[in-house]
């Protein structure tokens, strides 16, 4: 409340100006209609002088009785001159203010942002206070949508998932097809439902991954509940797109070296599989797409050192973006030779159901996929799926 203080004071200065003292420096008399005005009138009227000489005696009355007035007692002060209903009034306007202000929730809002903003020297005592503050405003304001998400994110983070999935159903509400939404509110009723995909999990998990690719929360739930589920090929299909979406040598990446290995122990110890091993050779199969990419003439190899190759097959002719399977290469020797098969599937997907993909490559200097993060790339359509051939793209530089 200290905080306002300045804003009161400002108030109380503008109150004050205008009610008070523009009105004193502004107030001038108005006679209005005179008892001259009215005698000019009725001479302008009538002719008759015995109306004229009562019409005079009548005037000459009403001035000595005026005359008498001013001497003896004082006149009654015009409204604008009583500074006690103007000093009323400026402290109406200022309370008025103050309660309106209050009653919008604006000074609550500006003190929990400013609070948000320095979260990173607070104590855990003053980021539980902070909670406490915005389950209140949130409560007195649930349509408050960054509010709920706030909430959601602490809930997750502390453990409580059912109250995270709580909000983020609220967020749903509001906003059905939100990638981000979708997929921590699908992670949140996983870690809720003790670590068990549910069918409404899951398809929210699979709506955020066909809005966005890339949502990691989706991508966690689906890998964590097929490994779960000792559906070890499907788990390690998501999590290399999450290794991929890790900086290379960063804690993130290194935990998914260690769970895909993980998986792959696993699916190799069963009768059912063989060892998942991500390839880059030529060698084709019943169900693989092989992929040469070549630079264009005048570029150098040098050029595109470092760079990530990413390498994508969507179903042939669809209009939607989801990846049917996805690899990651680093950049060589020129052209790059990549297979793609049902190891590379993601989001449940089997490139063997599939006679044509189109094909996608894309040159990242940053390691991250995407057009928009891509200096080359270059694409192919309606490459047959299981065919003994080699399908050759070459890329081009993108134009920012």
Not at 168 to 184: H, Q, S, T
């Amino acid at each position: 409340m200290t905080e306002l203080w300045p804003v009161i004071t400002a108030l109380c200065a503008l109150a004050t100006l205008f009610v008070v003292v523009l009105p004193m420096i502004w107030r001038r008399k108005l006679e209005g209609e005179t008892v001259d005005d009215w005698l000019a009138i009725r001479r302008a009227e009538t002719g008759d002088e015995d109306l004229l000489s009562d019409a005079q005696l009548r005037v000459w009355d009403d001035k000595e009785s005026r005359v008498e007035s001013v001497e003896g007692t004082a006149l009654v002060a015009p409204a604008s001159s009583r500074p006690g209903y103007q000093v009323a009034l400026a402290g109406l306007v200022v309370i008025g203010t103050i309660g309106l202000y209050d009653f919008l929730g604006a000074y609550e809002d500006v003190q929990i942002t400013r609070a948000i903003a320095s979260l990173d020297e607070a104590t855990p005592e003053d980021v539980t206070a902070l909670i406490a503050r915005i389950e209140a405003r949130s409560t007195a304001r649930p349509g408050n949508l960054d509010y709920q998400s706030l909430l959601g994110e602490y809930y997750v983070a502390t453990g409580n998932a059912a109250g995270a999935l709580e909000r983020f159903e609220v967020i749903l509400e509001e906003a059905p097809n939100a990638p981000d939404v979708l997929g921590r509110a699908a992670q949140a009723e996983f870690v809720a439902a003790g670590q068990v995909l549910t069918e409404r999990a899951r398809k929210r998990a699979e709506q955020a991954l066909a809005g966005d690719p890339r949502q990691k929360s989706a991508l966690a739930t689906l890998a964590m509940g097929s490994f779960g589920a000792e559906r070890y090929q499907e788990a390690i299909g998501y999590m290399r797109v999450l290794r991929d979406l890790e900086i290379p040598g960063s804690e993130g990446h290194q935990l998914m070296i260690s769970a895909i290995a993980e998986a792959e122990s696993r699916l190799s110890s069963t009768d059912t599989g063989e060892p998942v091993l991500e390839t880059t050779s030529a060698v084709s199969s019943v169900a693989r797409v092989v992929v040469s990419v070549s630079i264009p003439e005048g570029v150098e190899e040098s050029a595109l050192t470092g760079q990530t190759v990413f390498v994508i097959a969507r179903p042939a002719g669809s209009a939607a973006r989801m990846p049917t399977a996805v690899t990651r290469v680093p950049t060589s020797t020129w052209p790059i030779v990549v297979s793609l098969s049902d190891e590379n599937s993601m989001a449940g997907q089997k490139l063997s159901a599939l006679a044509e993909v189109d094909v996608e490559v894309q040159v990242s200097p940053t390691g991250q996929p995407g057009l928009k993060n891509a200096s080359f790339a270059g694409e192919l359509r309606g490459v047959p799926v299981g065919v003994n051939s080699v399908a050759e793209i070459t890329i081009r530089a993108i134009s920012k």
